[in-house]
Nanobody, 115 residues
């Protein structure tokens, strides 16, 4: 089993920055990637950014150039630095850990960007 603890969400004005974190613990073997998805009410959960075990990254087009994903392997923690935030970035952000046959999700952290 894997446990994910997210932190760092909150309220920020448009143009501001936030960093959210996700610490993973438990049976983390054969890690494929860690990262972040987001989901607005009534909509599907969409990829924001992921980072593979080898350090490769993938971003949604809407956040490229503004968000940066990074990982501390020793702490099994993934970070998402969000700059130049826009009101449309307002969402619940979910941490994800993919171990191949199994995928684990965090409880979600709210990010609200006011205009």
């Amino acid at each position: 089993q894997v446990q994910l603890v997210e932190s760092g969400g909150g309220l920020v004005q448009a143009g501001g920055s936030l960093r959210i974190s996700c610490a993973a613990s438990g049976s983390i073997f054969r890690l494929n990637f860690m990262g972040w998805y987001r989901q607005a009410p009534g909509k599907q959960r969409d990829l924001v950014a992921v980072i593979t075990s080898g350090g490769s990254t993938n971003y949604a087009d809407s956040v490229k150039g503004r968000f940066t994903i990074s990982r501390d392997n020793a702490k099994n923690t993934v970070y998402l630095q969000m700059n130049s935030l826009k009101p449309e970035d307002t969402n619940v952000y979910y941490c994800v850990v993919d171990l191949g046959p199994r995928r684990f999700w965090g409880q979600g952290t709210q990010v609200t960007v006011s205009s």
